[in-house]
């Protein structure tokens, strides 16, 4: 998957691109990152990529020249890819978009930077606006860095185990359960005694159990949409009828 990532601020991109994961991914080919600086498409003596906003009022905003520029000498006119802006007014990410996103084999990604963008970037440039959520941020970059990292590990062959997607607590519609690992005790804190039972049918029931405690418990609005078999609506039921206190979460 190829993402064009469109910045200010290319000099925070690296870092996080060349660690573990997604570097091992870029190496094997799976991934391609091409990070470009907005200013280098700027014709004027002092790269001036913002400016006052007709009208007046507070803040700058971003120049629509530079942009265009930018986006159509790596992309062509029209762009060849999906244009996304990274924007608090775009839609909210979830894992739902990031299956949808995954499927494109290449994105462009606009960050914006200043208080606005020159809205005809918005009409007329861009395809699609994406909101990582609900709090207020400096610029799209770290936005723009979540998008690729949820949307590569989507992409066959970036994590290890074939499965692995599949079995995070999103795409299943549920929380995870609790992990232990060794030792079987620390400060007397114990491991719950049926992960060492060896009893794989039983810590299975547990595992799905804990679950569904968890999800309820934090984030009930998942338990809603989840996929939830006889079983698990009969364990519900049965837990909603006794004390909270006689529940581990
Ligand atoms: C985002 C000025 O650029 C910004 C500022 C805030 C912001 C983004 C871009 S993208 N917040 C979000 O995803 O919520």
Not at 11 to 17: A, C, N
Not at 114 to 142: A, M, N, P
Not at 171 to 183: D, Q, W
């Amino acid at each position: 998957m190829r993402f064009d990532v469109f910045t200010l601020l290319p000099e925070v991109f690296p870092s996080y691109l060349d660690s573990s994961i997604l570097n091992r991914a870029r190496q094997r080919g799976l991934l391609d990152v091409r990070v470009h600086n907005i200013r280098d498409w700027t014709l004027d003596r002092h790269h001036v990529t913002d400016d006052l906003p007709y009208g007046g009022g507070g803040g700058m905003v971003m120049k629509v020249e530079p942009m265009f520029a930018a986006v159509e000498s790596i992309l062509g006119t029209p762009p060849a890819c999906p244009v996304i802006m990274l924007t608090p007014q775009g839609r909210v990410f979830n894992q739902k978009v990031a299956d949808e996103l995954s499927t494109q084999p290449h994105l462009a990604l606009i960050c914006g930077r200043y208080e606005g963008i020159d809205e005809r970037i918005r009409t007329h440039l861009i395809s699609d606006e994406i909101s990582i959520g609900d709090f207020v941020l400096t610029g799209g970059e770290l936005p723009a860095l979540i998008l690729i990292d949820a949307l590569a590990r989507l992409v066959p062959g970036v994590l290890g185990d074939p499965d692995g997607a599949a079995d995070d607590s999103h795409a299943s519609g549920l929380l995870e359960y609790p992990h232990y690992t060794r030792p079987p005790e620390f400060r007397g804190w114990q491991v719950p005694e049926i992960l060492l039972s060896g009893d794989h049918a039983k810590i299975a029931r547990w595992r799905r159990e804990q679950s569904l405690l968890r999800t309820r418990l934090r984030r009930p609005d998942m338990l809603e949409k989840a996929d939830l078999s006889e079983t698990d609506h009969k364990f519900l039921e049965k837990i909603s009828k006794e004390k909270p206190s006689d529940q581990i979460i």
